[in-house]
Each structure stands twice: as structure tokens, then as C-alpha cells.
């Protein structure tokens, strides 16, 4: 079956400027999160949802980010006067947790570049 | 806060060698799990390390978790190019029985096996 997809790829764009980075998780899975990567960095987490609602934001790192997943599916995450340190690859995850195990399943992330 | 460690964060070898990467973590957890990311990929999961005392194998790849040490290592046998890759653990801070709510990942160890 599928995988993560995200959408776009890479995005471009200037300082100050407003993008919306998505995210279709793998059919099913109930739970999905967003992480940041920063060059030669682990992953950061961001947020995480259970179903629509925001069960965790605390990795937000302002009041700039904003993310929703309005029908327990796709996720949309904003970010308002993008600044030149939010750069970096937005990766978007989701797991469903079956049998006693979850593991998250990563898509191939968003890169951002805010010149 | 929950803090990942891990050493070394660049291996060079050559092929044919062993070698075992080491993850450490701060705080009580009994979910760990590693990561392959190739050069602008994503992340794929390699192990998912549930209890003390797990040990699982793929290929030559072999992953273990103490939890009393807080302590995971991913073991490499006659390594060969294919592997070269970098290598990310996470822990999930999560201590209720249950879904993973977010992983917390160390900085990658970053493989290069040389013919």
C-alpha cells in the first residue's frame, strides 16, 4: 500500500512569506506527527495528533506554527512570516498502534528553504 | 527533559569489519527504536525494541536494548558499502502502556564503509 506522502517536495520562499506544508498519512493510522530536521540534525518533534485533535503541540516553537488535521486524516502544517531559521525538512510521520507494538513510518519530507 | 546520546557520530570503515554504534538516553523507557536515512531520504525503521533484554537481527545489522543501563547498541558484521547510511536511535518518553506519542531522537551516527 501507500506510504506517507507529503506534498510539496521542496518549497522556496521569502522572508516574511506564509506556506502550508501537507501531509497524507498512510490509510488507517490514527496517529500522526511532525518532526524537523535540521541539516546534520536528528529529527525535532513538532506536534502530535490522535485522531483530529492535538493530543501534544508542545515542540511548536512559536506562535507561528499552527497545524490541523480538520477529518483525522491529511494534516496541514502553517507557518506565518516564515523567518530564515525555519529552513529546514519538515518530515511527517504516522502509526497505528497494533498488537502491542507502534512505529512510526515516515514520509519523504518537505523541504524548506525561507531566503 | 529526555535527553539521546549518540557515539560516535561519524564511523568510517572498511568493509569486511565489525563495529557497534551505542545509543544512550536519560530518563526511564522501555520503547527504542532505529533508523536508516540515506542522503536526502527519509527515514526507514530498521528495529523496534519494546523490553529489556530485546535483541533482534536483520541481515547484518543486530540491535539490542537494556533498559536498566539505558542503553541500546546496533551491531554491525562484516560491514559492506550498502550500509553506508545514517544511523538514528529514538526513544519514545512515553510510560504508559499504549501508543507512542512522540520519539525523541539522538544526533545520527553517520556511516561510511569503504571498499
Known amino acids: 500500500g501507500a506510504g506517507v506522502s507529503q506534498t510539496p517536495s521542496n518549497k522556496v520562499t521569502e522572508k516574511g512569506k506564509y506556506v502550508e506544508l501537507r501531509c497524507d498519512p498512510i490509510?488507517?493510522?490514527?496517529?500522526l506527527y511532525w518532526y524537523r530536521q535540521s541539516l546534520g540534525q536528528g529529527p525535532e518533534f513538532l506536534i502530535y495528533?490522535?485522531?483530529?485533535?492535538?493530543?501534544?503541540d508542545s515542540g511548536l516553537p512559536n506562535d507561528r506554527f499552527f497545524a490541523v488535521r480538520p477529518e483525522g486524516s491529511v494534516s496541514t502544517l502553517k507557518i506565518q512570516r516564515t523567518e530564515r531559521g525555519d529552513s529546514a525538512v519538515y518530515l511527517c510521520?504516522?502509526?497505528?498502534?497494533?498488537?502491542?507494538?507502534?512505529?512510526?513510518?515516515f514520509g519523504p519530507g518537505t523541504r524548506l528553504t525561507v531566503l | 527533559e529526555l535527553k539521546v546520546e549518540q557515539n560516535p557520530l561519524f564511523l568510517s570503515m572498511q568493509e569486511g569489519k565489525n563495529y557497534t554504534i551505542y545509543c544512550n538516553y536519560s530518563t526511564t523507557s522501555d520503547r527504542l527504536y532505529w533508523y536508516r536515512q540515506d542522503p536526502g531520504k527519509s527515514l526507514e525503521s530498521l528495529f523496534v525494541l519494546l523490553s529489556n533484554g530485546a535483541v533482534k537481527q536483520e541481515g547484518r545489522l543486530m540491535a539490542s536494548l537494556d533498559t536498566k543501563a539505558r542503553l541500546s547498541t546496533l551491531h554491525i558484521t562484516a560491514a559492506v558499502h550498502d550500509l553506508s547510511a545514517t544511523y538514528f536511535c529514538?526513544?519514545?518518553?512515553?510510560?504508559?502502556?499504549?501508543?507512542?506519542?512522540?520519539?525523541?531522537f539522538g544526533k545520527g551516527t553517520k556511516l561510511t564503509v569503504n571498499p
Open positions: 529514538a526513544v519514545d518518553p512515553a510510560l504508559t502502556q499504549g501508543g507512542s506519542e512522540k520519539l525523541v
Open positions: 510521520a504516522s502509526s497505528s498502534f497494533r498488537q502491542g507494538v507502534d512505529e512510526q513510518f
Open positions: 490509510s488507517g493510522h490514527t496517529a
Open positions: 495528533f490522535q485522531g483530529t485533535g492535538a493530543a501534544d
